[in-house]
């Protein structure tokens, strides 16, 4: 079955960087673009940006744009979120999800979760 | 940006009401809405795409309507495990969510 498991809990002071990984398994890791996700604690769901699995394109929102850099491992099958500069309103839980590539797609699955507490 | 609002923000009911959430789009996205239901501690699941259609699995007393900018996400009988928040979202251009609506127990 499709599952998309997440690295653990991080805990990272104001101005460092953190990164998440995203293992996917149970289907053709390049025919599904990953997009992440964040929820801080108590807000809406709030979209990052996503990486196309089959050629390494890119796009982030322009919210976190120039912070946020989005990867991929195809040999692993796995997908990496690095978000640099850290400030504490990025505490929240990111989440992976996977999407159908080159139409216009919502997530059918999704990362358990990976929570980021930024505290000095 | 596509901006997303729900309402209501929250709602109380009770096991076997029918219960309807809106959501509107800032401009139109044709039928490129979703919705999630989410529980405290754990991810979205998706339970409608395009706007209309169930996801594989999701019980049949979930049902989606709407076009352009204004759609209805209805459950026909609330049951015990569907106490949850649940998420509108657009997926024409990237990705935007509505603010979510917690359904609670009346």
């Known amino acids: 079955q499709v599952q998309l498991v997440q690295s653990g809990a991080e805990v990272k002071n104001p101005g460092a960087s953190v990164k998440v990984s995203c293992k996917a398994s149970g289907y053709i890791f390049t025919d599904y673009v990953i997009h992440w996700v964040r929820q801080a604690p108590g807000q809406r769901l709030e979209w990052m940006g996503w990486?196309?699995?089959?050629?390494?394109?890119?796009r982030y929102s322009q919210d976190f744009q120039g912070r946020v850099t989005i990867a991929r491992d195809t040999s692993a099958t796995t997908a990496y979120m690095e978000l640099s500069r850290l400030m504490s309103e990025d505490t929240a839980v990111y989440f992976c999800?996977?999407?159908?590539?080159?139409?216009?797609?919502?997530?059918?699955?999704w990362g358990q979760g990976t929570l980021v507490t930024v505290s000095s | 940006d596509i901006q997303m609002t729900q309402s209501p923000s929250t709602l109380s009911a009770s096991v076997g009401d029918r219960v309807t959430i809106t959501c509107r789009a800032s401009q139109t996205i044709s039928y490129l809405l979703a919705w999630f239901q989410q529980k405290p501690g754990k991810a979205p699941k998706l339970l409608i795409y395009?706007?209309?259609t169930l996801q594989s699995g999701v019980p049949s007393r979930f049902s989606g309507s709407g076009s352009g900018t204004e759609f209805t996400l209805t459950i026909s009988s609330l049951q015990p495990d569907d106490f949850a928040s649940y998420y509108c979202q657009q997926y024409w251009s990237y990705w935007t969510f509505g603010q979510g609506t917690k359904v609670e127990i009346k």
């Open positions: 999800a996977r999407a159908k590539s080159h139409i216009p797609a919502t997530g059918e699955d």
């Open positions: 990486i196309d699995t089959g050629n390494g394109n890119t």
């Open positions: 395009g706007a209309s």
